[in-house]
């Protein structure tokens, strides 16, 4: 576990009278629209399972010639350590054969990791990421 976050913590609150407690999205960072079919409810908190069929989903929607996707996840230190595992013995998940995933963490969010996630996953430090906060779910 990198830090104490709220999302993370949430998942293991009782909320037995909700049939779903958030949602959870994919956007495109650069252009700041949600990707379609990769809305998710959250069943109790935020929960990666969730997100693994939003971002397959997402990476499933027309990406012929895209050879890598960067996934900004306020999580992607501990959602990235499993996701390819977690997608290759899912029946539900698949992911498109040649993409390379990139994980990052948004610059907000970053703050709140231990210092090695910032080397590792800062957009400052990805090449290719652009002038990004990362941010843009928090806006739409």
Known sequence: SCSNHCAVNAANVQRSNLRATS???????RHGCFVPHSVVDFQKGEQQMNMDYSICNALKYPSENIDSALIIY???CQWSVNFHEWVDQSYHLSLPQSI???PAISKFHLSAHKLPCFARYSLNFIAGAGHIDGEILETL
């Open 100 to 102: 390379k995933i990139l």
């Open 23 to 29: 949602v959870g999205a994919t956007a495109c960072a």
């Open 74 to 76: 306020d999580v992607a």
